[in-house]
């Protein structure tokens, strides 16, 4: 059975669609019905819309990709004006991916996410692409503990705190999100990095670093993520480099109880559908009846 339950919400099956990768879903509807997936992560929003980064936003690397996109988004109220209820006919979890720079911008997008049906919210504190940006939150605990306490007064709605990779220690930083109120982890987000043009002898972006994501952070995000596990009880959704349905089940292994998917929907749209119908063969397969014979197994 691929039903999952993360933090009391019901998903049809653990994958999620990761934030930023799959815009509001619209792009997607012409490739795969998206009611066969387990949710979907909306690109982060914030309270002013903004336009995002000028100059190159996104760069390959070997076996990723770097961005530098900005957190560009039509704003939280253009968003449930605008987008909600069709993303809501997918039939599928809609997560509220929320940024920002100041606490009071997240506390005013969270009372407006407040008023609608959406059931969790996926808090980013972790976006290394803004100036004085929400990474700024995500890296040291005391700022994390700050603004997590301060959503959690605002919002009776679930709340999924998304870690950096780039935190000083993310065990830390774990607990410290578990104690100022959240219901789950997810993690990781990008990992800071540069990139250099030889023959500009400049930064490929202009914000010099941009985050890293893709095949190539698999291994250390799953090492996180096992090291959550071990640190916390509540449930953990893990991400990092996800392309196929092993490196989703060993994410489950290492500890998740669901798991979410970036950089590869860009390689192939459809990646989500076959990850979910590889974890079902495994489990047949495998005689495997639910998730949490295996989950953390390691
Ligand atoms: C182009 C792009 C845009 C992203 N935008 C966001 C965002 O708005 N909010 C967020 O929380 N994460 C954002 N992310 C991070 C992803 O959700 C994910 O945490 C990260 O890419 C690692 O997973 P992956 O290796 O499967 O891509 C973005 C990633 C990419 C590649």
């Known amino acids: 059975m691929m039903k999952t339950n993360l933090c009391g919400i019901e998903l049809k099956n653990p994958v999620i669609a990761a934030s930023g990768t799959f815009g509001f879903g619209r792009e997607f509807e012409p490739y795969f019905d998206l009611s066969l997936l387990g949710g979907i992560s909306t690109k982060g929003l914030t309270l002013q819309a903004r336009e995002g980064n000028k100059g190159i936003r996104v760069y390959e690397t070997p076996s990723g990709m770097m961005n530098s996109i900005g957190l560009q988004n039509p704003s939280v109220e253009v968003f449930i004006k605008d987008e909600l209820s069709h993303m809501q006919k997918y039939g599928t979890i809609i997560i509220a991916n929320i940024g920002g720079s100041q606490i009071e911008d997240y506390l005013e997008s969270i009372r407006k996410i407040e008023e609608t049906d959406i059931p969790i919210v996926e808090l980013n504190i972790s976006c290394p692409n803004v100036k004085e940006g929400g990474m700024a939150f995500g890296i040291r605990c005391d ?21 950096s990779p780039n935190a000083e220690n993310i065990k830390e930083m774990a607990i410290t999100c578990v104690e100022a109120g959240a219901d789950a982890l997810s993690l990781v987000n990008t990992f800071n990095a540069l990139a250099i043009d030889i023959y500009r002898r400049k930064a490929v972006f202009n914000n010099i670093t941009a985050g890293l994501s893709g095949p190539c952070i698999k291994p250390i995000a799953l090492r996180m993520v096992r090291e959550v596990y071990q640190s916390v009880d509540i449930p953990i959704v893990g991400l990092g480099g996800i392309s196929n349905w092993q490196d989703a089940i060993e994410f489950i292994m290492a ?21 979910i119908q590889g974890i079902q063969n495994f489990m047949e397969k495998e005689g495997i009846k639910n998730l949490s014979e295996i989950r953390g197994i390691i």
Do not use: C, F, W, Y
Request: hydrophobic share 45%.
């Open 143 to 163: 700022s994390a503990a700050k603004i997590v306490s301060e959503v959690r007064k605002e919002t009776s709605k679930k709340l999924m705190v998304k870690l």
């Open 255 to 275: 500890g998740s109880t669901a798991i979410q998917v970036g950089t590869a929907n860009l390689v192939n749209p459809k990646t989500m559908v076959d990850i």
